[in-house]
C-alpha cells in the first residue's frame, strides 16, 4: 500500500461521502456545498488517472459554473426569508432498495469480470495531446459541440428572459 | 485487493451512479433532481477516464470525458432557465406536483 493508494482512498473517501450527504441531507444549500467537496474529489481521482487537464476542465466548469449555476437557481425559486428551503423526499424505500440492488450487481459485475488491464501510456502532461485530438480525430464532434453551445447560450437567455407585457 | 486498479475506479462510479439516481428518484426539488444528473455524469465521466487509461485506448477516453463535461454545462443552462419559467408560473419547483400542461 504506497502513497498513490493512500490518495486514492481518501479521494474516493471524499467523493462517496460527500455524495452521499448530497442526496440525503434535508438542506438544499448544504446539498450544494457538498456537491462541491464531490466535485473536487472526482476532480482528485482525475489526477490520479493521469488526466490532468480534465481536472482542471472539471474545477473551472463544474466547481466554477455549474456549482455556481445551481446556487442561483436555489437561490432564485426558493423563498430565502422564510424557512423554506428544505426540499421533500418521496418514495425513499423503493428507491433505496432499487439502487442498492442495482449497486449490487453492478459491484459483482466489475469485481468478477478478469479485466486486461495494464496501465497504459498515458503522457505526462496530457494538454497538448488531447489539443491534436481535437483538432484532427475529433474535429467534427468539437464544431457541433461548439455550435450546440451557442445554441444554448441563445436557448437559456431566451427561456429565462421575462416576457414583455 | 488493496492494490488499487481498475476495478477501485469502476467501484467508485457505481457509486456515485447508484447515489446519483438515488437523489434523482427521491427529490421533489427540481434543482436537486439537477444535482442527481450531475452525479452520474460524473461518474460516467471516471470510467471514460479510468478505460481510457488502463484500457491502452490512448487519449480518446479523456477526450469524450471533455465532450461529456462542455455537454454537463449547456444541459445545466438549459435546465435552469427552465426550472426559473416553472417556478415563475407555478411558485414553486417541487417535481411531483406540476403535473399540468396547459391551465
Redesign the interface.
Known amino acids: 500500500?504506497n502513497l498513490?493508494?493512500i490518495i486514492?482512498?481518501l479521494f474516493?473517501a471524499i467523493?462517496?461521502v460527500s455524495?452521499?450527504f448530497?442526496?440525503t441531507t434535508r438542506n438544499?444549500i448544504y446539498?450544494?456545498f457538498f456537491?462541491l467537496f464531490?466535485?473536487s474529489g472526482?476532480a482528485g481521482?482525475?489526477v490520479l488517472?493521469?488526466?490532468d487537464?480534465?481536472a482542471v476542465?472539471?474545477i473551472l466548469?463544474?466547481v466554477g459554473?455549474?456549482l455556481i449555476?445551481?446556487l442561483?437557481?436555489?437561490m432564485?425559486?426558493n423563498k430565502i426569508t422564510n424557512v423554506e428551503i428544505r426540499?421533500?423526499?418521496?418514495?425513499?424505500l423503493p428507491?433505496?432498495i432499487?439502487?442498492?440492488i442495482?449497486?449490487g450487481v453492478?459491484?459483482s459485475a466489475?469485481?468478477w469480470t478478469n479485466?486486461k488491464?495494464?496501465?497504459?501510456?498515458?503522457p505526462l502532461t496530457?494538454t497538448k495531446?488531447?489539443g491534436n485530438?481535437?483538432i484532427t480525430?475529433?474535429v467534427l464532434?468539437f464544431e457541433l459541440?461548439g455550435i450546440?453551445?451557442l445554441v444554448?447560450?441563445i436557448?437559456?437567455?431566451s427561456?429565462?428572459r421575462r416576457d414583455k407585457e | 485487493m488493496?492494490?488499487?486498479?481498475?476495478?477501485?475506479?469502476?467501484?467508485?462510479s457505481?457509486?456515485?451512479?447508484?447515489?446519483?439516481?438515488?437523489?434523482i428518484?427521491?427529490?421533489?426539488?427540481?434543482?436537486?433532481v439537477?444535482?442527481?444528473i450531475?452525479?452520474v455524469l460524473?461518474s460516467t465521466?471516471?470510467n471514460f477516464?479510468?478505460f481510457?487509461?488502463?484500457?491502452?485506448?490512448?487519449?480518446?477516453g479523456?477526450?469524450i470525458?471533455?465532450?461529456v463535461?462542455?455537454?454537463?454545462?449547456?444541459?445545466?443552462?438549459?435546465a435552469?432557465?427552465?426550472?426559473?419559467?416553472i417556478?415563475k408560473t407555478f411558485t414553486?419547483?417541487?417535481v411531483?406536483e406540476i403535473d399540468n400542461l396547459k391551465d
Open positions: 500500500m498513490y493508494d486514492f482512498y474516493a467523493t462517496v455524495a452521499l448530497v442526496v438544499i446539498s450544494a456537491l464531490t466535485f472526482v481521482i482525475y488517472l493521469g488526466a487537464f480534465i476542465v472539471q466548469v463544474y459554473g455549474i449555476l445551481l442561483f437557481g436555489i432564485l425559486t426540499t421533500g423526499t418521496v418514495h425513499m428507491a433505496g432499487a439502487t442498492g442495482f449497486l453492478v459491484v466489475m469485481v479485466w488491464s495494464e496501465p497504459g501510456l498515458i496530457t495531446a488531447i485530438l481535437l480525430d475529433y464532434i459541440l450546440l453551445l444554448a447560450l436557448g437559456a437567455a427561456i429565462a | 488493496l492494490q488499487v486498479g481498475l476495478t477501485h475506479f469502476l467501484i467508485v457505481a457509486i456515485l451512479f447508484s447515489l446519483g439516481i438515488y437523489g428518484v427521491t427529490r421533489k426539488n427540481a434543482v436537486m439537477l444535482m442527481g450531475e452525479l460524473n465521466n471516471i477516464i479510468a481510457s487509461k488502463y484500457g491502452n485506448f490512448g487519449l480518446g479523456q477526450v470525458a471533455l465532450f463535461i462542455i455537454l454537463a454545462a449547456a444541459e445545466a443552462a438549459i435552469l432557465a427552465i426550472v426559473l419559467n417556478y414553486n419547483v417541487n411531483d
